[in-house]
């Protein structure tokens, strides 16, 4: 075992984080993370973390780069202060929507990112459902990629649906939703997403039979909720009983809550890798904790014991 566990955390979460250290029966650590009066952020780390094992909970979800500038002050602080193991805790990795060149002279900035984290100092990640699976790949240090399905899919075992069916909103989430529907006994569809030509409306098709089911539209990230909103409008069309929508990162940004307020969907559920203020609270959204799930993946990378053998 590695010398003592310490937890601290940005601004981004500090809810999640402190759940995460009452799982682990530890104190958050001691740091201030406060602002200059131009804007530049400033990092004091008021403990000694000499030899220390570090887990710093940050996710970058909005305002995004705020929160990545203070991951990687954080990081440089903790480094400087000689802590041994500096792991980097991003329940939510921003940017990580712009993974490959989608035209010519554009960035790929999750690599940009993963850049930048470990030239801060991190020693290691550990991620919650990548929007592409080959972000880990953008690291040269080492990843632990972490999946809330077995959150997620306890929540439905409870409800006890019955003629199930899971949906993808889009072909390439097809893998990510067979396995969400293979743990809780559905059948699979999907819907396929086509554009006829420039400047007219997506056509949506339905791909597997939904007529009469209740369906379960399954994604890692909602944003302005607009693809949800017609996924569902083409649901509906199809015959579908009860909708209900699941995701792990609820950006959930510009008028998302009212769109999904004015839907006939059942309940969006999702977890809070992002913290939702109390304008984005409604009774069709439920919040899921992931911290227990978390608690449990740093205290095993702490421990030098599997962290895959949680989702066998």
């Known amino acids: 075992m590695r010398n003592k566990l310490e937890i601290f955390s940005g601004n981004a979460n500090l809810k999640l984080a402190n759940e995460i250290c009452g799982c682990l029966k530890v104190s958050l650590g001691n740091a201030e993370?406060?602002?200059?009066?131009?804007?530049?952020?400033?990092?004091?780390?008021?403990?000694?973390?000499?030899?220390?094992d570090v887990f710093v909970i940050?996710?970058?979800?909005?305002?995004?780069?705020?929160?990545?500038m203070e991951l990687l002050i954080m990081i440089d602080a903790l480094r400087r202060a000689s802590a041994q193991r500096i792991t980097a805790v991003l329940p939510?990795?921003?940017?990580?929507?712009q993974d490959r060149k989608v035209a010519p002279r554009v960035p790929i900035t999750s690599k940009?990112?993963?850049n930048l984290i470990s030239e801060a100092g991190a020693n290691r990640v550990l991620l919650m459902d990548l929007h592409a699976g080959q972000i880990q790949g953008f690291f040269d240090i080492l990843v632990d990629h972490l999946f809330a399905t077995p959150v997620l899919?306890?929540?439905f075992k409870k409800k006890k649906l019955k003629n199930l069916v899971v949906v993808s909103p889009d072909a390439g989430g097809v893998e990510r939703a067979r396995a969400f529907a293979k743990r809780v006994k559905a059948s699979l569809a999907f819907i396929d997403k086509r554009r006829p030509a420039p400047n007219e409306a997506i056509v949506m098709n339905v791909v597997g039979e939904v007529k009469g089911k209740n369906v379960i539209i399954l994604d890692d990230i909602i944003d302005t909720g607009k693809t949800l909103i017609k996924a569902i409008g083409a649901l509906e069309r199809n015959g579908s009983h009860k909708i209900y929508a699941v995701c792990t990162h609820a950006v959930l940004s510009g008028n998302a809550v009212?769109?999904?307020k004015k839907s006939n969907l059942e309940k969006l559920v999702v977890t809070d890798t992002i913290p939702l203020d109390k304008s984005k609270i409604c009774d069709q959204i439920e919040v899921l904790s992931i911290a227990g799930l978390l608690a449990e993946a740093i205290s095993r990378i702490h421990r030098e014991v599997?962290?895959?053998?949680?989702?066998l």
């Open 153 to 155: 899919i306890d929540y």
């Open 92 to 97: 939510y990795y921003g940017y990580s929507r």
């Open 112 to 114: 940009l990112v993963a």
């Open 306 to 311: 599997s962290v895959s053998s949680l989702f």
């Open 258 to 260: 009212e769109r999904i």
């Open 58 to 68: 940050q996710p970058t979800c909005p305002p995004v780069n705020d929160n990545l």
């Open 33 to 52: 993370v406060s602002r200059f009066s131009d804007g530049e952020i400033e990092v004091k780390v008021e403990e000694s973390v000499r030899g220390a």
